[in-house]
C-alpha cells in the first residue's frame, strides 16, 4: 500500500480527491439499517447522487484555491454531525450524514456549509496519528526505505556501491512519500474544521476553543493557505446564508450573528472583509446580467442590505477594509443612503414590537437598538414621532367611525373612551420628555402631534374639528367648565393641529350655548331677580364657565334686541313693552349706550322705512294721513329726536344729491337752475313739514344772515353787492312768497367747498340774467325775473350749508369779475387818463364792487400793460439803466414786469457800453454793486460776467488801436487805449504782446500827446511792455516840444 503511494506520488498521479470516492456499497451496515421501501430507495439513490456530486467538486488542496461558494446559488446540503467520540466519528458521522442529507431533501432547504467530508486513504493515516507519532512515523518509514534498498541493492548487486544507490533511491522515494503525506496536513485539519462547523445545529454556537484546538491537533497556522481558505469558505457560506434575499428585510439579529461567528473562526478583518467584498462583487456581477427590473430591484435591495451588515460587523474600520466606492463605483451617499434605509427598516421593526406599550425600559431599548443599527438622532426621532402619530391616529379613526355611526346607544361614551386613550398617550409622552434620563431615550419622546399624518389635510381637518366639538361639549356636565378640562381641551387642540383661531371658534359656541342654557335656568328661576347683585351674579356665571364678560355683555345685547324686534313689530312700543324692556335691561345690565344703539339700530329701520314713504310721496302727496304716520312713527317708536332727526337728515340728504346730480347732468344753464328751483320746492314743502312733524313744533324760519366783519362801515360796504342785498327779503316779499325753508339738514358735508359755490353760482347767474328760451330760427327769447329769485337764491345757500362769508366770496367774484371785463376795454392802452378814472368809477357804482377791489383790479391791469410795454422797450435797447433806476425810484415793480433773462442781459450791455465809452473809467462799486442791486440780479455771477467781458475786450482794443493808428485816426487810437486801460482795470493782466515794437511805441506817443495823467500813462506803459528808459526817452522829447502835435498826423513814422 505504501509502495503504491510512493510509486504514485513518483509519477505524479496522486490526488486527494482521487483518493477516495463515496458509494451506497461503501456502507452496508448503514444500508441495512432500515427497511427498504420504494420511497426510501428512491431517497437514498437522490441522496448518493447528489453526494456524488458534491465530491466533483475540487478539494481545498491546491495553494492557489478560490472561494468556491456563490452565496445565490444553491448551498450544498447542510449535514449535521452528532457529539460522538473521534473514535468513532467515522462510522457514526456516515449515518448522521445521511439522515439528515435526507432530511434535508425532503424539507428542500439545503444546509448552510454542505454535507461533510470524507479523507482519502492517506488523510485517514494523518488523522490517526498525532504530531510526534507522524513524525516517528516518518522517520521509521524513511529509514525502512533506506535499509530496503540497501539491502535490495547488495543482494541484486552484489557490491555496497549498488546497496548505497539502492539505499538512495528508495530513501529518496520515501522522502517524496513522506513529503507528500505531510502536505496534506493542512487539507486534513480543513476537512476536520468543516465537519466541525457542519455538525452545529446553529453555527454561532461554534467555540473559538474548538478551532484553536484543531490547530494545536495537526499543527498548522491560521495563516495556512488550505486552512485560510476554509475559514473564509465557511464565513462566507455564513455571511451569505444569514443576509435575507433581495425581497426581505433584515431581522436585526444578523450583525450580531455574523460577529459572534467571525470570532468563533478565528478569521482576520482583513480575510473577512474580502469575503465581503467578494460577495458584493457575485451581487454586482447578476445585477448586471440579469435584465428583469424586478429582479435588478432586489439585487440592489441585496447589495444594500450587504452594505450596511458590512459596516456594522466591521465598525469604523469599514471605512478602509470595505472599498466599495473603488470596486463598484458607488458614492458615498449612496453607501449613507444603504444605511440610512436599511437602519430605518430595523428601527421600524423595533418600533413595531414595541406598539402601544411605551414605558421606560422600551425607550431605553430603542435607544440601544438605534445606536446598534447606526440611525441618526434626527431620523429616529422623526419616525418615533410618526409611531406615536400612528397609535393615535388609530384611536382617532375608531372615533370617527363610531360618531359617524348610525348606533346612538353609547356612542358618545366610546367617542371619549377613545380620545381619552389619545389624552393619555400624550400626557405619558409629556412627562417622559421631561424625565431626568431623557437624554437616554430614544430621540423623539414629546407631545403628539397629528401634523404630517393622514390628518394633516384641509378634507380631514372638519373631521378633528367634529371630534374637537363631541369632546368640548361633554366637558360641561353641569353646566360648568372645570379648570382641568380646559386645559386638557387646550391640549387636545395641540394634539390636533388645530389653530386658537378655530379651537376658540369651536369653544365659545358651546360655552354660549351653555351660557344661555344657564341664563334661562336663572331667569325662569327667578334666582337673577332674588340676586342682591346682578353683576356679581353674572359675573360669577361667566367665572364657572371660564366665559369672556365681553362676550356675555353681546349675548345681553343680542336678547336684547331680540326682545326689542318682537316688540317692535306692530310699528310702536306701549307701555307694557317699555316695561318689560326695562326689566331685561335691569337683570342683564345692559348699559344705556347699548340700549339705546339697539332702538336707534331697530327702531330706526321703522322709522327710515316710513320717512322714505313720506319723502317719496313728492311736494303734492305728502299729505295729512302721511304727516300722520310720520309723528306716530316719531312718537311710537320711543326715538331721541336726535336719533329721529339724523335718520331723516341721512334720507333727505340723499334726495337733495340726486338734485345736484340732475343739475349737474343738465346741458344748460336754465335746466340747471330749474333742477336747483325743485329741490328749493322739495325742501320748502316737504322737508320743512317733515321735521316739523318729526320734532312737534313748528319750524321758523332763519335767514343766513351775512357775517363779514364787524365794523358797520364794511357792512355798509359789502351792502353795496346789488345781488347780494337782493337776496335778502324786505317785509312784504316775505309775506307775499309765504314761509321760508329749514336749513337744519344741509350738504355742507356732502359736498366739496367748490362744487356747493358752483352751485351757487350758477343759480346766481340765472338771476341775473333770467330765462333763455330759444324760438324758431336760431332767435332767443330772455325773460328777465323779480327779486323773489334772489330769495329762493338765499334758500339754496342754506340748502348746500354754504356760510355767509362764502355766499359773499361768491358775489364779489362775479362783481369782479363784470367789473374787469369793462376795465380791460377801458385800459386797452394801459394808460390811466383822469377821464378813464371817471369811467371806470361810473362802472364800480354799476356793479356794486367795493373800491378796493376796483383799485385792485385797475391795478392788475395797468400793471400787467405797463410791464409788457417795458419789456418790450428793454428787449429793443430803449431802456437802459439809467431809465431802470428812475423807474424804481417811481416804485414800479420791475422784478415782476422784466424777467431775469432781460435783466441779465441789460446788465451785459451796461458792462459792454463801459468798456466802449473810451473814457477809460471803471468803478468797481458801481459796476460790481449798485448796478447788480438795481437790476436784482446776483452779484456774484455779475462780477463774473464783468471779468469775463474785460478779458475778451482787453486784447480785441489793443488791436483796434493799431488799426487806428494805421489810419491816422488819433482821436480814435486814444479812446481805444482808454478802453484798454478800463479793462484792464476790471481785470489784471500781463504785458500784452504785440509783433512790432515800433507800433506800440507810437501808440504810446499818441497817448502822450493828449495829456494823460501819469497813472493811466504809467499802466499803458506796462500794458504795451515798454521800457522805462524808452518811455523817459520819450517823454522829454515830448517835453521838448519835438512829438508832432495838432494836425501832423503825417509825420508819424509806421
Not at 326715538?639 to 345736484?660: D, G, P
Not at 433806476?885 to 446788465?907: G, P, T, W, Y
Not at 493799431?962 to 478800463?982: C, E, I, P, W, Y
Amino acid at each position: 500500500m505504501i509502495q503504491h503511494l510512493v510509486n504514485q506520488c513518483k509519477r505524479g498521479r496522486f490526488h486527494p480527491s482521487k483518493a477516495l470516492t463515496f458509494s451506497p456499497s461503501a456502507y452496508p451496515l448503514r444500508l441495512s439499517a432500515r427497511p427498504r421501501s420504494r420511497e426510501t430507495s428512491g431517497a437514498r439513490r437522490r441522496l448518493c447522487a447528489i453526494m456524488d456530486l458534491s465530491l466533483l467538486l475540487p478539494s481545498p488542496s491546491s495553494a492557489s484555491r478560490q472561494l468556491l461558494f456563490s452565496p445565490f446559488s444553491p448551498n450544498p446540503l447542510r449535514v449535521q454531525s452528532l457529539k460522538i467520540p473521534r473514535t468513532s466519528l467515522r462510522y457514526r458521522f456516515r449515518l448522521s450524514a445521511v439522515t439528515e442529507a435526507e432530511e434535508a431533501v425532503s424539507s428542500g432547504k439545503p444546509p448552510v456549509f454542505g454535507s461533510p467530508k470524507e479523507l482519502t486513504v492517506p488523510q485517514k493515516f494523518v488523522d490517526a496519528l498525532p504530531p510526534p507519532a507522524r513524525l516517528a512515523s516518518y522517520v521509521v518509514f524513511t529509514g525502512a526505505a533506506l535499509a530496503a534498498g540497501f539491502g535490495l541493492g547488495l543482494r541484486f548487486g552484489g557490491s555496497k556501491t549498488v546497496g548505497i544507490g539502492g539505499a538512495a533511491a528508495l530513501g529518496v522515494a520515501a522522502g517524496a512519500a513522506v513529503y507528500a503525506i505531510n502536505s496534506t496536513v493542512p487539507e486534513v485539519a480543513a476537512v476536520n474544521l468543516h465537519n466541525i462547523v457542519t455538525g452545529y445545529d446553529d453555527p454561532t454556537e461554534l467555540k473559538k476553543e474548538e478551532i484553536e484546538a484543531i490547530a494545536e491537533k495537526y499543527g498548522v497556522s491560521r495563516q495556512d493557505e488550505a486552512f485560510r481558505e476554509e475559514l473564509r469558505d465557511l464565513y462566507s457560506r455564513f455571511v451569505s446564508s444569514v443576509l435575507p434575499s433581495g425581497a426581505e428585510n433584515l431581522k436585526g439579529n444578523e450583525v450580531e450573528r455574523i460577529i459572534k461567528f467571525k470570532n468563533a473562526l478565528g478569521i482576520d478583518d482583513p480575510d473577512a472583509a474580502s469575503v465581503h467584498m467578494e460577495i458584493g462583487r457575485h451581487i454586482f456581477r447578476q445585477r448586471l446580467e440579469t435584465g428583469d427590473r424586478e429582479a435588478d430591484v432586489e439585487q440592489r435591495r441585496a447589495f444594500q442590505k450587504l452594505v450596511y451588515v458590512s459596516t456594522l460587523v466591521f465598525g469604523e474600520a469599514s471605512k478602509f477594509l470595505l472599498p466599495w466606492k473603488r470596486l463598484f463605483k458607488v458614492t458615498d451617499a449612496q453607501v449613507d443612503i444603504a444605511i440610512r434605509d436599511n437602519a430605518q427598516r430595523l428601527f421600524a421593526v423595533k418600533l413595531n414590537s414595541v406598539g402601544k406599550e411605551i414605558n421606560e425600559t422600551g425607550l431605553f431599548e430603542l435607544r440601544s437598538a438605534q445606536l446598534l443599527y447606526r440611525l441618526s438622532d434626527e431620523i429616529a426621532a422623526e419616525m418615533f414621532r410618526e409611531h406615536t402619530r400612528k397609535l393615535a391616529e388609530e384611536n382617532i379613526s375608531t372615533a370617527l367611525d363610531l360618531l359617524k355611526s348610525r348606533i346612538q346607544a353609547g356612542r358618545t361614551t366610546r367617542v371619549m373612551e377613545e380620545i381619552e386613550k389619545v389624552l393619555a398617550l400624550n400626557d405619558l409622552l409629556t412627562r417622559l420628555s421631561k424625565h431626568p434620563e431623557y437624554n437616554s431615550f430614544v430621540p423623539g419622546v414629546g407631545p403628539i402631534s397629528l401634523l404630517g399624518g393622514e390628518y394633516d389635510s384641509d378634507r380631514k381637518i372638519d373631521d378633528l374639528k367634529l371630534l374637537y366639538r363631541t369632546y368640548a361639549a361633554e366637558c360641561f356636565p353641569n353646566g360648568r367648565l372645570e379648570e382641568q378640562k380646559l386645559l386638557v381641551l387646550n391640549q387636545l387642540k395641540n394634539i390636533f393641529g388645530l389653530g386658537n383661531r378655530e379651537a376658540d371658534a369651536i369653544l365659545l359656541d358651546i360655552t354660549v350655548k351653555a351660557y344661555r342654557k344657564r341664563l334661562s335656568q336663572a331667569v325662569s328661576s327667578g334666582e337673577l331677580d332674588a340676586a342682591s347683585s346682578k353683576a356679581a351674579f353674572l359675573q360669577n356665571l361667566c367665572d364657572e364657565l371660564h366665559f369672556d364678560p365681553q362676550k356675555a355683555s353681546e349675548i345681553h345685547e343680542e336678547i336684547y334686541r331680540q326682545k326689542l324686534q318682537q316688540s317692535v313689530a306692530d310699528g310702536e312700543l306701549s307701555e307694557e313693552e317699555v316695561s318689560s324692556l326695562l326689566r331685561i335691561r335691569v337683570l342683564l345690565c345692559i348699559p344705556q349706550e347699548t340700549v339705546d344703539a339697539a332702538h336707534a339700530d331697530i327702531c330706526g329701520r321703522l322709522f327710515e322705512k316710513v320717512v322714505k314713504d313720506a319723502i317719496s310721496s313728492g311736494v303734492d302727496g305728502y299729505d295729512a294721513d302721511i304727516r300722520a304716520s310720520v309723528r306716530k312713527a316719531a312718537q311710537g317708536l320711543r326715538l331721541t329726536k336726535e336719533s329721529a332727526m339724523a335718520i331723516a337728515s341721512k334720507a333727505v340728504r340723499k334726495v337733495f344729491l340726486n338734485y345736484v346730480q340732475r343739475s349737474r347732468a343738465a346741458g344748460n344753464r336754465t335746466e340747471a337752475a330749474k333742477e336747483l328751483k325743485k329741490m328749493i320746492a322739495f325742501n320748502t314743502l316737504v322737508v320743512t313739514e317733515l321735521i316739523s312733524d318729526i320734532k312737534g313744533e313748528p319750524i321758523t324760519e332763519e335767514p343766513i344772515e351775512v357775517e363779514v366783519k364787524q365794523a358797520e362801515e364794511e357792512d355798509d360796504e359789502w351792502e353795496s353787492l346789488q345781488t347780494l342785498r337782493k337776496s335778502k327779503p324786505n317785509k312784504d316779499l316775505q309775506a307775499k312768497l309765504g314761509k321760508g325753508g329749514q336749513t337744519e339738514i344741509n350738504l355742507k358735508d356732502d359736498l366739496p367747498e367748490r362744487d356747493k359755490t358752483d352751485l351757487y353760482r350758477t343759480y346766481l347767474l340765472f338771476c341775473l340774467s333770467g330765462e333763455v328760451t330759444v324760438v324758431p330760427f336760431g332767435a332767443q327769447i330772455i325773460t328777465k325775473k323779480d327779486n323773489s329769485e334772489y330769495i329762493l337764491l338765499n334758500q339754496l345757500g342754506g340748502i348746500l350749508g354754504l356760510t355767509g362769508k362764502e355766499i359773499v366770496e361768491v358775489h364779489r367774484n362775479l362783481a369782479e369779475q363784470a367789473f374787469m371785463k369793462q376795465a380791460e376795454v377801458i385800459l386797452a392802452d394801459g394808460q390811466l387818463t383822469k377821464s378813464k378814472i371817471d369811467q371806470l368809477s361810473e362802472v364800480q357804482k354799476q356793479v356794486g364792487l367795493p373800491a378796493e377791489y376796483a383799485q385792485k383790479v385797475i391795478k392788475n391791469i395797468t400793471t400787467t400793460k405797463m410791464a409788457a410795454a417795458i419789456e418790450t422797450a428793454v428787449s429793443q435797447g430803449r431802456i437802459g439803466i439809467q431809465q431802470v433806476r428812475e423807474l424804481k425810484e417811481a416804485n414800479v415793480d420791475l422784478d415782476s414786469m422784466i424777467s431775469e433773462r432781460l435783466r441779465e442781459n441789460l446788465f451785459k450791455k451796461t458792462v459792454e457800453e463801459i468798456f466802449s465809452s473810451g473814457t477809460g473809467l471803471f468803478d468797481e462799486e458801481d459796476v460790481y454793486v449798485k448796478i447788480p442791486s438795481d437790476l436784482n440780479i446776483d452779484a456774484d455771477k455779475a462780477k463774473g460776467v464783468v471779468q469775463d467781458i474785460a478779458q475778451h475786450r482787453l486784447s480785441n482794443s489793443l488791436i483796434q488801436a493799431v488799426a487806428l493808428l494805421r489810419q491816422r485816426k488819433r482821436d480814435g487810437v486814444v479812446a481805444s487805449l482808454n478802453d484798454m486801460l478800463a479793462c484792464e482795470a476790471a481785470v489784471a493782466s500781463e504785458p500784452l504782446s504785440w509783433s512790432s515794437p515800433e507800433e506800440l511805441a507810437d501808440l504810446y506817443c499818441v497817448y502822450l500827446k493828449s495829456i494823460p495823467k501819469r497813472e493811466r500813462l504809467d499802466r499803458l506803459q506796462y500794458l504795451l511792455g515798454i521800457s522805462d528808459s524808452t518811455a523817459a526817452a520819450l517823454r522829454d522829447t515830448a517835453e521838448r516840444g519835438a512829438l508832432p502835435m495838432g494836425n501832423e498826423e503825417e509825420e508819424i513814422v509806421f
